[in-house]
C-alpha cells in the first residue's frame, strides 16, 4: 500500500499539494516546524493510492512515496 510522508521541517505551508490530492489525504497541520510553517499532515482514514500528483507539485521536495 502507498504511503506519503511529509518532510515536516521542508514544508513551507504553501498548500498546493492539499487540493491536487483528490484522496484528501494531505491537510494542513495544526503544529508548526523550525520556520514558522505550519506543515501538511497526513490524514487519519485516508488512502494515498500512488498517483504521485502531490510529490510533482511540492516546490520544496517535502514529500516522499513509498510503494
Ligand atoms: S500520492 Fe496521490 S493519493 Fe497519495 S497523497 Fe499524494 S496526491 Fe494523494
Ligand atoms: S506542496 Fe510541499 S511545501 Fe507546499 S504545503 Fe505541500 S508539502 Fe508543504
Redesign the pocket.
Known sequence: MPVIS?LKE?????????PVCKQGV?A?GAETNAKGYN??VPQEGKKCVGCRA?VT????A??ELEV
Open positions: 511529509v521542508c514544508c513551507k505551508s504553501c498548500q498546493l499539494c492539499v494531505l494542513v506543515a501538511v502531490c507539485i511540492c516546490p520544496e517535502a514529500l
